[in-house]
């Protein structure tokens, strides 16, 4: 009879032991699927919020040449960021810089007189249809003229300027060019970062004439004016390119060789 009663224990403790790890497997097999079911889907990336249809495709058309993506993510330019896009034009870095930061950042779209008014004001007429409709409410437009910036219209994360730099050089000069860049400076915050891109020149030809620039006058410029040159990226360089063709040349368009340099604002 002790050996029936010990038989039906032993039984018992099996039938037990055996049900706990059915609940237990139950269990995990039950949590991994709330787990999978409740793990948020990740953000989508930059390059695929660009990508998206509300972007104009002549935009989407251009950034095979201009990589945005990849040149804000060099520049470091975050969700909540404050940035001011100097010499907007029509707008396109204005609106990639408005995704860029989504509705916690803000963009600041500055624009001078001459620029919006240029070829019988395509550059009016092209930022105003963009931004119709508050279609990107995190961006105000300045129509300012470079000289009367002030800290008084913000203080900024970042800035960038594209394909404007030689402009202010060439027609203006050093000192003028120096303090434009010290104005600039002055806007951003202590640590803030100054995306230049620009169309590179060489020394042997005549730049002003051709829309282009040395890296090495801009750099020169940036320093005398407090920036620290924190990185210089080959992003948009093009070999092909032989520095003697205007950049309006036919096939050279919108595929010159361009550098793309990020200046710090020092801390204190």
Not at 70 to 96: C, K, N, R, S
Not at 174 to 187: D, F, G
Not at 229 to 246: F, I, M, T, Y
């Amino acid at each position: 009879m002790f050996a029936n009663t010990q038989m039906l224990a032993l039984l018992l403790t099996s039938m037990l032991l055996v049900a706990c790890s059915s609940d237990n497997n139950d269990t995990e097999a039950t949590g991994a699927s709330n787990s999978e079911t409740s793990k948020p889907a990740s953000a989508p990336s930059l390059r695929e919020r660009l990508a998206d249809s509300a972007r104009p495709q002549a935009d989407r058309d251009r950034d095979a040449g201009r990589k945005p993506a990849e040149v804000i993510e060099f520049l470091g330019i975050e969700p909540g960021m404050a940035v001011i896009d100097l010499i907007a034009a029509g707008g396109y870095y204005t609106e990639v810089l408005a995704i860029s930061v989504g509705p916690e950042g803000r963009v600041v779209a500055q624009n001078p007189d001459a620029v919006l008014k240029m070829r019988d004001g395509v550059n009016e007429t092209a930022l105003t249809e963009r931004l119709a409709g508050n279609r990107l409410p995190n961006v105000s437009r300045l129509n300012k003229e470079l000289k009367d910036l002030s800290i008084a219209d913000g203080q900024f994360d970042a800035a960038i300027t594209a394909l404007n730099f030689h402009d202010i050089y060439n027609s203006a000069g050093p000192e003028a060019a120096v303090s434009v860049l010290t104005t600039v400076r002055s806007m951003l915050k202590p640590g803030g970062v100054f995306g230049i891109i620009d169309h590179a020149g060489i020394g042997s030809e005549d730049n002003a004439a051709l829309h282009r620039i040395e890296k090495a006058r801009v750099i020169e410029t940036a320093e005398a004016a407090g920036f620290v040159v924190e990185g210089d990226s080959k992003l948009l360089a093009n070999p092909n390119d032989d520095h003697r063709q205007g950049v309006f040349s036919e096939g050279l368009r919108g595929n010159t060789d361009r550098f793309v340099l990020k200046l710090r604002n020092p801390l204190p």
